[in-house]
């Protein structure tokens, strides 16, 4: 991807989107340092827009130039107080420059924006652990663990999901039947699972239930309808 926007960036050196895409790239290739110069570049382009400050920090953060990332995160948050990275890169940079208190309280509003992300959760435990609020602290872990707990078990679904299709594509129904019915204990709600499952009754035979997993389906996603 780096080459690419470089290459566009030639074919059309006036354009400050391809240097935001090519500050990413870099970041994403940890050739971070030139990542600073490609976003600063950027920010004297276009001087309003958050997501130049935001990278900017984010790029400072990786290389552990805490103090550099302050200033440009909190610029983007004056910018656009509504995005989760923005508040969350903050809350770190906060904690490593000794503002704890400040930290958490990024932390906690990148918590409101984005409640389901885990990593936030983790990080303001840690931090409330240190301002010696244990309860709080205790609260946010359980928060943490319970979310890392559903996102193994949607990973597990999904792997069940998978396998289903796999076994249903070799012609196995029964044996594909069963993967479907291991991922639906994890993922009841998931409309595709039960059409899939009613392919796989089919193909085993069961018209009944092939019927009943269909009108699920159907229940929870109209477009699945034939």
């Known amino acids: 991807a780096v080459d690419n926007y470089r290459q566009a960036l030639k074919l059309d050196p006036a354009n400050p989107e391809i240097l935001l895409s090519l500050g990413i790239a870099l970041i994403a290739a940890s050739q971070t340092q030139e990542a600073v110069a490609v976003l600063k570049s950027y920010i004297a382009r ?28 909190r610029h983007a948050s004056v910018l656009n107080g509504s995005d989760y990275d923005v508040s969350y890169n903050l809350g770190i940079v906060l904690v490593h420059l000794g ?22 959760h983790y990080q303001l435990s840690n931090v409330l652990r240190r301002l010696g609020q244990a309860k709080k602290a205790q609260d946010e872990l359980g928060k943490f663990q319970a979310l890392k707990l559903q996102e193994q078990q949607r990973l597990k679904g999904i792997q069940y999901h998978n396998n289903g299709n796999d076994l249903l594509s070799a012609g196995k129904f029964q044996q594909a039947v069963e993967q479907y019915r291991e991922a639906l204990k994890l993922d009841p709600g998931n409309p595709r699972l039960h059409y899939d499952l009613a392919l796989a009754l089919a193909g085993a035979g069961d018209v009944a239930r092939q019927e009943q997993e269909l009108q699920k389906a159907i229940h929870l996603d109209p477009n699945l309808a034939p």
């Open 46 to 73: 276009k001087p309003q827009d958050f997501l130049g400050y935001a990278w900017l920090g984010r790029a400072y953060k990786d290389l552990a130039q805490y103090q550099e990332a302050a200033d440009p995160l």
């Open 99 to 120: 503002e704890l208190a400040a930290g958490a309280e990024q932390l906690e509003r990148a918590e409101i924006l984005e409640p389901e992300t885990a990593d936030a």
